[in-house]
């Protein structure tokens, strides 16, 4: 006797995973749209002068980056994690 799935349930196996397949396709569409959306014009004037503030000079911008993943977390545990103190055993003076 064997356990081999009939027809109508390969179809729906087959049907499903198509269903899972474009969903996936919508989330990455969705994404890279995300991505390829222009800066709004206040904001880059907002980074512009923050820029100039931080520099005390006007300062030429020449690309922006959206950031999707948490990088502000991520700087902050690597400075943290770089950040060792070395810690020695007190030597008796002699």
Known sequence: MTDSPT???????VQA????????????KRLKDIQAHDIPEDVMLAITAAVAAFLG?????????????AAWAQQGRAAIQGHVTTHSLRREQV
Do not use: F, G, S
């Open 7 to 13: 027809n109508a349930e390969l179809l729906q196996t």
């Open 57 to 69: 000079k006007k300062a030429r911008i020449r690309q922006i980056h959206y950031r999707t993943d």
């Open 17 to 28: 995973l198509v269903k899972r397949v474009e969903a996936l396709e919508n989330e990455l």
